[in-house]
């Protein structure tokens, strides 16, 4: 029923979309002919010609888009009943309880979420091919119990009729979506049409969340209360730490260009190491606030609704939900061949996957403080030798002091200490005396080729006072580490390990125009952007386009690291001159009919100079 009236109410959206677009339509002709009599007719032809045409293309173009569109099946590891007898025996079981037709396919896919979608045929009066989306991760962290209750709330969107009806919102939402952005952000009538977009998805997204209680409701009917309730309280903490997997284990030694040969199955291992703190994040309050803008309603007010609901009678089966199929991890590197593009990086197990990483972002680092070495000792190739000469001649504190503004020249030596510790690292490692040890429970630790733990911190302190210089050289003669080792990789900057933070569009560089996309460690300006009325669509496309390296690698690239000073002229529209170390300057102006990838961009750029 939820189903249907979600239809019928994106039917009069719909239509009342094109009535808005009608009536804009007569104003501008009322309006031209208002103008005809006040003016000549060919000023008022100029005036509005360009508005009303830009207006009737769009409408065009985003109509026949939305026709012509069919969604298609969310990309996935097709998994057959001969594969995965046991999940389709429970998926099969679970379809007749909420008395609905069976998936014609199930898929696994690499997300903390299942879904599901359906080929639905004459704006949803004829069902089509069905489809499940059951996340790995789920099967890697859930019990078989909980994921009775996701599939059952899956299923629960078939038996109301919410997937076959959801196409005639999806193509509403397309058309609409797609004449707001043929329309240029400056043309008055595009202003009307995403009031009217916006109040669309409002509306829809209460139907779609009325839809998802209704669903909450068939899972406590078949998989539940008590099983529903815990894997939608599962889900936020299996959220965070996918994210921390990925961010924690998984990016830094794929920046690196590498890969680890088990992708899926690390997280499935980390899960099983920090079960402890999974569950203080299942024991956190879910979260409670509501926005207009979300189509599934809070986690708490679920709760509280699946709370009312009497408990179902059932042995419970708390085994890992991985259970289900015959080899999960076999699964999961099936997937990573399927689904993930490896390129030319180098594939190695986990523990050497951590330890690459790690001492290629170490690595990054250190070059970034030796090439600061070379530009202040004027030696064209600097290592750790060339910054314990600056110890023994008492100027570290000088070289130092711009890495720690707030400190004396006294303190700024003895702060170095610890990016100090760093280069007895890089040493230690190209020496083959160290190495970073994998661990999915803990941080990864810095020990010797044995195990043992490495003395590098207090070596380091005794490394940055003249007085102590040659007690520290011993220990590492000691230890088979020598200094020199720790030399620069990556002569200049590049931007490996990058992510946007800002962008902005029609900025003159030196007078001419040009986007500029600000990266964590370095300006990216791309020239010729283009048409200056699609400034904020063409850098979301540009940033879309590519990783932050390859933008870097694509267009001119300037680290901050390179800029010896920044004056800014004026606060707005910016305007501000870049000196580089090499002498030569870049200047910036800010156009008044700049814009930003996003309203935090311009603060970023100033923020940026000011620290330049």
């Not at 299942?114 to 059951?134: F, N, Q, T």
């Amino acid at each position: 029923m939820v189903g249907a009236v979600r239809a019928f109410v994106s039917v009069v959206m719909l239509a009342g979309f094109y009535l808005v677009a009608l009536v804009q339509l007569i104003a501008l002709v009322v309006l031209a002919a208002w103008l005809t009599d006040q003016v000549s007719g060919f000023v008022a032809f100029k005036l509005l010609f360009p508005v009303l045409v830009a207006t009737v293309c769009g409408l065009a173009v985003a109509m026949w888009r939305a026709i012509r569109h069919k969604p298609e099946p969310a990309a996935g590891v097709p998994l057959t009943p001969g594969e995965a007898p046991q999940l389709w025996a429970t998926v099969q079981e679970l379809a007749a309880a909420v008395r609905t037709r069976v998936p014609d396919e199930i898929r696994l896919v690499p997300d903390v979420n299942a879904a599901v979608s359906e080929d639905a045929r004459l704006l949803g009066l004829l069902g089509g091919r069905r489809y499940l989306y059951i996340g790995l991760p789920l099967l890697q962290a859930m019990t078989v119990d909980q994921l009775r209750a996701v599939i059952a709330h899956e299923l629960g969107h078939y038996s109301g009729l919410h997937t076959r009806l959801a196409g005639i919102a999806y193509r509403g939402r397309l058309t609409i979506a797609g004449t707001v952005g043929e329309l240029s952000p400056y043309n008055p009538m595009g202003w009307v049409f995403r009031l009217y977009g916006g109040l669309y998805r409002l509306v829809d997204n209460v139907v779609a969340r009325r839809q998802e209680l209704e669903a909450d409701r068939a899972a406590v009917r078949v998989a539940g209360r008590s099983a529903a309730i815990a894997a939608l309280r599962e889900l936020p903490g299996l959220d965070a730490a996918w994210g921390f997997y990925f961010r924690r284990y998984v990016e830094p030694g794929w920046t690196a260009r590498f890969a680890p040969d088990d992708l899926f199955g690390g997280f499935g291992a980390l899960v099983d190491a920090r079960t402890a703190e999974l569950a203080q994040l299942r024991e956190r309050e879910p979260e409670r606030e509501r926005s207009a803008w979300n189509t599934h309603p809070p986690i708490a007010t679920r709760v509280k609704a699946m709370e009312k609901a009497p408990e179902v009678d059932r042995a419970p089966d708390a085994r890992k939900a991985g259970a289900l199929l015959p080899d999960l991890n076999a699964l999961g590197r099936r997937m990573q061949q399927v689904m993930v593009e490896i390129g030319d990086r180098q594939v190695l197990p986990w523990p050497e996957f951590t330890a690459a990483a790690i001492a290629a972002g170490e690595q990054r680092d250190a070059d970034a403080v030796l090439r600061a070495a070379a530009r202040s000792t004027g030696t064209p190739e600097a290592s750790l030798e060339t910054i314990l000469g600056l110890v023994a001649d008492n100027k570290l504190g000088e070289f130092a002091q711009p890495f720690f503004t707030d400190a004396t020249r006294r303190e700024a030596a003895q702060h170095f200490a610890a990016p100090m510790t760093m280069l007895l690292r890089v040493a230690a490692v190209r020496c083959g005396v160290g190495r970073w040890q994998h661990s999915w429970s803990a941080p990864a630790e810095f020990t010797g080729a044995d195990g043992t733990p490495l003395p590098l911190r207090e070596i380091a302190e005794l490394a940055v006072s003249p007085q102590t210089l040659d007690e520290a050289r011993k220990r590492l003669e000691e230890l088979g580490i020598d200094p020199a080792a720790a030399a620069i990789v990556d002569e200049r900057a590049t931007g490996q390990g990058s992510h946007v933070i800002g962008a902005l569009a029609n900025v003159k560089v030196d007078d001419f125009g040009h986007d500029v996309v600000l990266l964590n460690n370095g300006f990216v300006f791309v020239p010729d952007p283009g048409d200056i009325d699609k400034g904020r669509q063409r850098l979301r496309a540009l940033v879309g386009s590519a990783p932050a390296e390859a933008l870097a690698q694509r267009y001119r690239f300037v680290p901050y690291e390179e800029v010896a000073s920044a004056v800014i002229e004026k606060q707005t529209p910016i305007r501000a001159t870049l000196t580089l170390h090499d002498g030569r300057t870049i200047r910036l102006q800010e156009r008044w009919n700049g814009e930003d990838l996003e309203k935090e961009s311009r603060r970023t750029l100033t923020e940026v100079l000011g620290q330049l």
